[in-house]
């Protein structure tokens, strides 16, 4: 199979379409946790509990409500292998978690991959939402529907005053953790990060640096999501992110253009070292990989390099790591064997889109 | 959640460090992140220091919980205590900041209260109500937005506001009964 082919089929439907402000903010994201009345939360789920939460999902899942919202597909994470586990992991649509302790767990997927239910993870559902870009808001309503037809078939524990009671006490009341995953070279390389992010954290929200490999933000991304889930509505939770999200992209530009103008040969200088390393290397490890590509994303939003598709940094992301490397070689590969082979996906990748570019 | 290095302010700033495989988080407070340096990109040479320990986040609740246990409480010592439906053990809720079941909530509820006041913004849910389970629910909550709105029409004289509000509440009050 050609690597376009791989890409067609590897990744998720969702991650080839744009979305607005996705030049900063790749991708959006809402997962509500849901438990079943009168059950055990999943930590002393006993089998004969584990496997009814399952029936009662799938039953769900078939109800007229949720067929509406499109076509389901539940597997036990038992009847997967653990390489396929390991890449529905890289791919953000189920948790660490579940796929190391998949003897209860189970996935339902929809066709495009944008909702994504686990089952017996934490809580006994979480309801996940996946979009492109800056569409937090779009996710948290797609997620809000997923929960209203799941009801119509399952019943939630609820608290009157607390409400959704989830295992873990910093989940309970509405339950939902909102996220936006953020490129932000702009305000890293001028410095101002830290600043902003000290601010960010004082209303209610946490920032987490993303793929940090011991040194760094590795890749200059950030996920920033809500911290409080009780006493604040779900709307209130989006509007508080939204505001704060698009606040930072205004930073970014402004950095972003600031750069240009004080330094561009600088900037240009270590955007095309950036490519031109990832065009020709032979041994990357993630780390590197990450910062590079971070690089190149930069290019391409700034127009310094043309013909390389902006999905690039999405894309790789997800391809580079260990599980997807060893599914698209199809053999098992040791770190040090990962490197080469991911040189070689990068040099193939960008071949790619230089062939597009001029057939 | 408070920061694992001073345990005195709320944790703000929380990032994952993976080294060799292995995965720690950690949960700062901005103060703490701040003195550490530029934490977001010198966090390798910041946590090679051996100056504090990092906790796993499990045991970070539990000490929090822990340390909400004022002397002066009257309940029974936390080796006694149990989810009066599951049966989880308190002790067990400290190590793994999980709960058994849905009536934990209420077993645990005084040691809960102080610990959701930290973390959360308030104690009472503002948000979405299930449709179906939650119909009495919803009912009560649409009473008390109601009764405070009449009370504001009252207060600016709007009378006739005032009047479709009660008889709505009346309704309501009524769907309740039945
Ligand atoms: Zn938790
Ligand atoms: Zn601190
Ligand atoms: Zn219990």
Known sequence: ????????????????????????????????????????????????????????????????????????????????????????????????????????????????????????????????????????????????????????????????????????????????????????????????????????????????????????????????????????????????????????????????????????????????????ILAYARRMDSKETLQRLSDVRLGIDLGIIKGVSSRILQELLVMTQPAFLQKYFGQELSPGERDVRRAALIRERLRLDDTEVHG | MLCQRCQQRPATVHFTQVIGGDKTEYHLCDQCAQEKGDLLSKAAQAFSFNSWNPFQFNQLLSGLLNMESSPGFASPPLTQLRCDHCGLPYSQFTKTGRFGCAHCYDSFEARLEPMLRRIQSNTTHTGKVPLRAGGQVKVKKELQRLRRELQQAVSLEQFEHAARLRDEIRRLEQQLED
């Open chain 1, 1 to 276: 199979m050609s690597l376009g082919e791989f890409l067609q089929r590897a990744t998720s439907p969702w991650m080839r379409e744009g979305g607005p402000q996705d030049d900063i903010v790749l991708t959006s994201r809402v997962r509500i946790a849901r438990n079943l009345e009168g059950i055990p939360f999943p930590q002393l789920e006993t089998d004969s509990h584990a496997n009814q939460v399952i029936e009662r999902v799938a039953k769900a899942l078939n109800s007229p409500a949720v067929r509406k919202l499109g076509d389901f597909e539940l597997v036990r994470c038992s009847d997967l292998s653990a390489l396929d586990r390991a890449v529905l992991v890289e791919k953000h649509l189920i948790s660490r978690d579940l796929a190391e302790e998949a003897r209860h767990g189970a996935v339902a997927l929809r066709q495009d991959e944008v909702i994504s239910i686990m089952v017996n993870e934490e809580d006994h559902l979480r309801i996940q939402c996946i979009l492109p870009g800056m569409r937090v808001d779009e996710a948290w309503r797609l997620a809000n529907t997923v929960d209203d037809a799941l009801e119509s078939e399952l019943t939630w524990a609820f608290h009157e005053r607390l409400g959704y009671l989830t295992a873990c006490p910093t989940n309970v009341g509405t339950g939902i953790r909102a996220s936006v995953m953020m490129h932000l070279p702009g305000l890293v390389i001028s410095g101002q990060i830290n600043r902003l992010l000290s601010a960010v954290s004082q209303v209610g929200l946490t920032v987490r640096g993303l793929y940090g490999e011991g040194s760094e933000a590795a890749g200059n991304l950030f996920q920033v999501s809500n911290q409080v889930t009780l006493g604040e509505s779900e709307q209130e939770i989006i509007q508080n992110l939204t505001g704060v999200v698009l606040q930072l992209i205004d930073h970014e530009r402004a950095a972003r253009k600031a750069l240009l103008q004080a330094n561009r040969e600088a900037l240009e200088d270590r955007v095309c070292r950036s490519f031109g």
